[in-house]
Structures are given as structure tokens and as C-alpha cells.
């Protein structure tokens, strides 16, 4: 009885779900401007007055921001800004105790994977060492210990899952906690890292984050799965959510969009996970179920609303990497391409005063003066929809744009063989989605039954009463002086007052 009275709330759920896994990624009528109709010189010129606006505005210009750079060089294949990105790379240092969060290491493998500088990878490498101290291995769970950490880490999961591939929010030796967005952080910089040398140690270790994010955070279930969990033997046994009990948010939003990102550098028939799931699969339901389920990107407009109207800088840029990596199936293209147009025509029409080239962080307006953490935020969301119009163009040789699916060829083959293949389909997804329903009520009766905020192991009071709270968004602002911020040891602070909160590197 009690499923069937939770169906009365989760019905219109499912059907919404079941229709749009089966609809071979139709895209909405209710999203607003899914062409992108500005030439590819009129996107560019838009570009680069954002980027100078930084350099003649901007303070502490941070790795995110000559990563963005790096990363129009390679959708425009230009060099414009090879100069400027390689100098900072050359010139910067990892000092996780003083300067430096960890997303340092993917700005710079970003860079990399453009320009091939050895300055760049050795950076990313060097984080990536550093983190990999606090990501759980198999042969911790095996030994039942990690050696940064002064309590057991080999508890079993429901499903038998272990904590292997899981990166912690905090480098205290006693905080147990891991965190969603560091594992799909890390496992990014990972497959980058695979990508970039063909070392077998980084696939695996790829290998195991991506396993722990579809294992046990549910990365690509309903919502985008759970934050954080405990890896403490005596706390929250079944694995479940510790942070928030509600599905969707922008924590969820954020490891969202690093997972596809790296998802888009590993190869397509790569296997991971207690269901052996290929990334080719996993780019397909990460992308459906994060558009259709997570309330931070599903309004009906279609444009990124994290909260306030605040745009996403993680998930453009993880769906730009995709876009940029898949050729099949077109119809997916399509569906990226047209979202991404959509963040675009929202930053260019409603973010920002004409002519300005200052942009906010809402997308969806009103207008605020320059800071840098929102320019730059917009800049990843202007020039990962921008490489739609570069891709047609070159293509095709034609600026016209239909959100990318003029730019893959299409014959009838795939069609009639989607038709059949998409029948049985969905009857196994309505399936699927029917246990993930059944699954998450019972985590968040479990959660409501034996978790609430004020018993969560060493979860911090500010972010407890945030909806923001991540190591890759940062923010810039001046007037960062309260005294609350906390350290969480990886040489960033957050700061818990306002709406949303500030975070500054120490």
C-alpha cells in the first residue's frame, strides 16, 4: 500500500521519464531559442569581448578561467590564446595548503589536450597525486584502511558495492565523509590523464571513481543520485544520502556535469561498474536523466536555473565535451547542441546590457555589474554552445543551425533499427525506472527515519543551511571577509553567509 500511495506522487514522474527515455531524444518545444542564429565570426566576436572584459576587469584571474580560453582555441581550432594560457600554466604552482583548489588539475589537463604542454600535464599530474591520497583503492578496502584517514574504510554497501574509486571531501583525518563532486572531479582529471598518455594507471583508477558514481551515488539515477555519503563503518550503513535527502540540486548538478566531461574523454566500449556498463551507455542515460529529472536544468524554457536563475559553468562544460566527443547517435548530438543553444541565446538576450559584454551570474537575467566569477561562469556556457555554430559551419558551410543535428549525416537504417531496438527499450526502462522510484523511497524514508541534520557525521553547520556547496565553483568577490569561512584541507574555504554562499581559495 505504500508504494502504490507513492505512485500517486511519483506517476507523473515516471511517465514524463518513461516518454522522454523513449523518444530517441526529442527536443521540447517549450525550449526557448534552440537555434543559435549569430554567425560563427558574430560568436566569436562575442567571445573575446567577454574574455577582455576579464582582463580589463577582472581580479585573481583564476586555472577555470585560461582553461575556458584553452578550451575555445579548441573548438575555434585557433591559437588566439595559446600565449596568454601557456605563460599562466608555466608560472603556476599546486600548493594545496596556501593557493590552489583541486579542479586546478583538470584546468590545466584542459589546457593540455590543446596546446601539449608539458608545463601543463605535469601540473595536472602532480594534483592528481595529491588527490589520489584521499580516493579510496581497492587495496584500501581490502586492507580495510586508508593511510590519510584514521578509521576503517571497508564497508560493504547494499548490492555488495564497496568504497573503492571514492575521493573525500576533506583531508582531516578524521572526516569521513565522501563527496560526489570530488569523485567525479577526480575521475575526470583521470580519464583525462588516460587520454592524454595511455598510462594504465589512470584508467583504472578512472575505472573505479566512475564505478563508485554509478554504484553508489546513482550518478545517472533519478535526480542524479545522492551527494555524499559516510564511509565510517558505524555511520549510515545503508550508504544513503548524509548531506540532503531530496533528489536534483546543484551539489548534484555540479558531479553531474564533471562526469560527463570525463565520460567524453575515455573510449566508448570502456567498461565500469557492478553492471559492467559501457561509457557509450552512460553518456546516453547521464545526459537524458540529468535534462529530464534534475530540477536545477529541467524547466520547461529549458535554460539552467541552479538556484536564483544561476547559470552552471560544470554541466555546459560536460555537455560541450560530449558534444565535441560523440558522432552517435545524432539524435543525442542534436539534444546537447540544442540545449547548449539554448544557455546561449538566454546569456546573450537576458544576462547581460547590450554592447556590455558584462554578464550575470543568472541566465536568465536581471543584469548585475561586472564580477568575475560570474564572467567567467558565462564564458563557459557562451563558448561550449558556440562550437554548435563552429561545428555546422565547417561541416556544412553554412552558418544555419539546428542545435547540431545538421552537422552528423542520417540515413534510414538507424531509424528502423532505433524503432525496433527502442521497443524493447522501453519496456526494460519502465522497468528500470520503477526500481530506481522504489529505490530512492526507500532511501529517503530511511534518511527521514534515521538521519537528520544535526546527527550527520562532521557535516558543517553553514553547509548544512546552503544549497550550494562544492570545491569547483568559486567566487572572487570583494567582500569576502567574514570569519565563518572553514577550511575543508584542501586549501579552500567556504564561506556559509548568503545567498548564495561565497567561496574563495585561502
Not at 567567467?376 to 561550449?384: E, R
Amino acid at each position: 500500500m505504500y508504494y502504490l500511495i507513492g505512485c500517486f506522487h511519483w506517476c507523473p514522474l515516471l511517465l514524463f521519464i518513461s516518454c522522454t527515455l523513449a523518444a530517441d531524444y526529442v527536443i521540447p518545444s517549450t525550449w526557448n531559442g534552440t537555434n543559435i542564429t549569430a554567425s560563427s565570426e558574430d560568436c566569436q566576436s562575442t567571445i573575446s569581448a567577454a574574455i577582455q572584459q576579464e582582463f580589463t576587469n577582472g581580479t585573481s584571474l583564476d586555472a577555470n578561467f585560461y582553461s575556458i580560453m584553452a578550451v575555445y582555441d579548441l573548438y575555434s581550432n585557433t591559437t588566439v590564446y595559446k600565449n596568454q594560457v601557456t605563460t599562466y600554466f608555466k608560472t603556476t604552482t599546486f600548493n594545496p595548503q596556501s593557493t590552489d583548489s583541486i579542479d586546478l588539475g583538470t584546468d590545466a589537463i584542459r589546457a593540455y589536450q590543446v596546446y601539449r604542454d608539458p608545463a601543463m600535464i605535469s601540473l595536472a599530474t602532480e594534483v592528481w597525486a595529491y588527490v589520489r591520497n584521499y580516493t579510496i583503492s581497492p587495496a584500501d578496502v581490502a586492507a580495510g584502511s586508508i593511510a590519510t584517514k584514521s578509521f576503517n574504510v571497508g564497508k560493504i554497501c547494499p548490492g555488495g558495492a564497496t568504497l573503492a574509486g571514492g575521493t573525500f571531501w576533506s583531508t582531516n583525518e578524521s572526516e569521513t565523509t565522501l563527496y560526489g563532486g570530488n569523485t567525479a572531479l577526480f575521475f575526470t582529471l583521470s580519464a583525462y590523464l588516460s587520454q592524454a598518455t595511455n598510462n594504465a594507471t589512470y584508467l583504472d583508477a578512472a575505472k573505479d571513481s566512475g564505478g563508485f558514481m554509478i554504484d553508489i551515488m546513482d550518478a545517472a539515477g533519478v535526480g542524479n543520485g545522492q551527494a555524499a555519503i559516510s564511509a565510517s563503518n558505524s555511520a549510515n550503513t545503508t550508504c544513503t544520502n548524509i548531506w540532503s535527502p531530496t533528489p536534483g540540486g546543484d551539489w548534484l548538478i555540479d558531479q553531474a556535469g564533471y562526469f560527463m566531461e570525463g565520460l567524453a574523454a575515455l573510449p566508448g566500449d570502456t567498461i565500469f561498474g557492478r553492471q559492467n556498463s559501457t561509457v557509450d551507455s552512460l553518456r546516453s542515460s547521464l545526459v537524458n536523466v540529468t535534462l529530464a529529472t534534475n530540477p536545477m536544468c529541467n524547466a520547461p524554457n529549458g535554460i539552467i536555473n541552479a538556484g536564483g536563475g544561476v547559470g552552471n559553468s560544470q554541466l555546459v562544460q560536460g555537455l560541450g565535451a560530449l558534444y565535441r566527443a560523440i558522432r552517435e547517435p545524432s539524435d543525442l548530438s542534436a539534444y546537447i547542441g540544442s540545449f547548449l543553444s539554448v544557455q546561449y541565446n538566454a546569456i546573450v538576450a537576458a544576462a547581460t546590457i547590450p554592447g556590455s559584454h558584462i554578464y550575470a551570474g543568472s541566465w536568465i537575467g536581471p543584469t548585475t555589474p561586472y564580477d568575475t566569477s560570474n564572467q567567467t561562469q558565462a564564458l563557459f556556457g557562451l563558448v561550449n554552445a558556440a562550437q554548435v555554430i563552429f561545428a555546422s559551419e565547417s561541416s556544412n558551410g553554412t552558418s544555419t543551425n539546428s542545435g547540431g543535428n545538421n552537422t552528423r549525416p542520417t540515413s534510414l537504417a538507424g531509424p528502423i533499427a532505433g524503432g525496433i531496438a527502442g521497443g524493447v527499450a522501453f519496456l526494460s526502462m519502465v522497468g528500470i525506472v520503477l526500481f530506481i522510484i522504489i529505490k530512492r523511497q526507500r532511501q529517503l524514508t530511511s534518511v527521514s527515519q534515521t538521519h537528520s541534520l544535526s546527527n550527520v557525521n562532521s557535516y558543517p553547520t553553514h553547509a548544512r543551511n546552503s544549497s550550494r556547496f562544492t570545491l569547483s565553483r568559486r567566487s572572487f568577490s570583494s567582500d569576502l571577509t567574514s570569519a565563518d569561512g572553514m577550511d575543508n584541507g584542501y586549501g579552500f574555504k567556504e564561506y556559509g553567509s548568503g545567498s548564495p554562499p561565497k567561496y574563495t581559495l585561502m
